[in-house]
């Protein structure tokens, strides 16, 4: 059967290009013993893909060799199963290749709980919905604190930003367009936002947390990170989530060295890095209080949808260059007309 998956073509050399990735066609095996085929439905767009990209050893995952199959993160619908815990027409969800179709043993996918809308997987829950959760959960935010989202646009730090809202925080986004800080706080309601890229965020800072700041979320790194430490109060907390300033460049890399780290000596500033899988037997717990804040109009999902799989390195090269609102996620099939996980 042919499969067309993404493989790495080239190192990419400083920012995403799309000749840096190409679509192939792979003949896949018949099912084996113990294995599940897998046809993708959506996949998700993260930055993760460009650090994935890089030689370096991410640690949770091995170094990828040029004419591999790039990783994404799919929903997607088994077409034929040959694992007792899997059945035709389950809905799963996991780390595979991004592909139309995987093989699976088992071991990296999961059934979707029942009821979740599929199209917004990504956008509340999958991993998204989980790293803004426990994230928020690691800085014990109270009501009245101030809260410093930054990609406070983005899939991740939209969610986080509405937790810290619904736990009674002040909460201030850093995004990267006048139209995604509008949409923080007109849509999302938060109480300022600011724009990186056109404002001194230092001083925006200052301005918009009168009180200093008491969490802070951090999807950049680098600058942003440095300005937090100087401003934060005494025993603030930091969730260490992701640091995508310095995905790109070895010069952003370099440039990203945190150069007041004291501050949290000084201050006693607790700083929480964390990959989201740490937490992955309190998914369900995630899901479900995600699913209530969202039944209840709590919290909402920004949620850019592409069509075709051929539009991968569109869709990840956009969403590096903050052109889209919220999760980005590539259509590769249509969904069943039915869907069975109980
Ligand atoms: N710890 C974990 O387990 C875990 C799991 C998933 C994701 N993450 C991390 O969480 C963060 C957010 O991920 P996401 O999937 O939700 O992506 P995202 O925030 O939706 O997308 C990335 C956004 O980063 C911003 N950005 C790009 N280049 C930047 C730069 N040089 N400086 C500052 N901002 C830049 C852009 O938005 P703006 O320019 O508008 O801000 C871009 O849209 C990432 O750092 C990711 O690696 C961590």
Same mark, same amino acid.
């Given at each position: 059967? %042919? ?86 027409? %389950? ?98 309601? /938060? ?34 990170? %440095? ?50 899988? %740490? ?23 920004? /949620? ?39």
């Amino acid at each position: 059967m %042919d499969n067309r998956s993404w493989v790495i073509a080239k190192r990419p050399q400083g920012i995403f290009q799309r000749d840096d990735i190409a679509l192939e066609k792979f003949e896949l095996p018949a099912t084996g013993d113990g294995q599940v085929l897998v046809r993708t439905i959506y996949l998700s767009i993260d930055p993760a893909y460009r650090v994935w990209m890089n030689e370096a050893d991410v640690a949770y995952l091995p170094p990828r060799p040029i004419g591999d199959q790039m990783w994404g993160s799919i929903v997607g619908v088994v077409e034929e199963s040959r694992n007792p815990s899997f059945a035709k027409g %389950d809905i799963v969800a996991g780390i595979s290749r991004q592909a139309e179709y995987n093989l699976s043993d088992g071991n990296d996918i999961m059934k979707v709980p029942a009821g979740l809308p599929l199209e917004m997987y990504y956008v509340l829950y999958g991993h998204v919905g989980t790293t803004a959760y426990f994230g928020v959960e690691l800085m014990n935010p109270q009501a009245g604190e101030t809260l410093v989202v930054s990609s406070a646009a983005g899939g991740v730090g939209s969610i986080a930003a509405q937790i810290g809202s619904i736990q009674g925080c002040r909460v201030v986004g850093i995004a990267g367009s006048d139209d995604r800080c509008r949409w923080l706080t007109e849509e999302l309601g /938060l109480a300022a936002a600011i724009n990186y890229r056109t404002q001194d965020v230092a001083e925006q800072l200052r301005h918009t947390c009168p009180d200093g700041i008491d969490t802070y979320f951090d999807n950049v790194g680098g600058a942003t990170l %440095d300005t937090i430490l100087l401003q934060a109060n005494r025993n603030a907390r930091i969730a260490l989530c992701g640091m995508v300033s310095t995905y790109n460049t070895k010069q952003e890399y370099e440039a990203s060295a945190v150069h007041h780290l004291m501050q949290a000596v000084l201050k006693s500033i607790k700083l929480y890095g964390y990959i989201v899988t %740490d937490f992955l037997d309190r998914y369900p717990e995630a899901f479900e209080q995600i699913r209530q804040w969202a039944d209840a109009g709590k919290i909402k999902g920004g /949620l850019t949808m592409v069509d075709g799989i051929e539009q991968v390195p569109e869709a990840i090269d956009n969403l590096l260059n903050s052109k889209y609102f919220g999760r980005v996620v590539v259509r590769v099939s249509e969904e069943p007309a039915k869907i069975v996980n109980k």
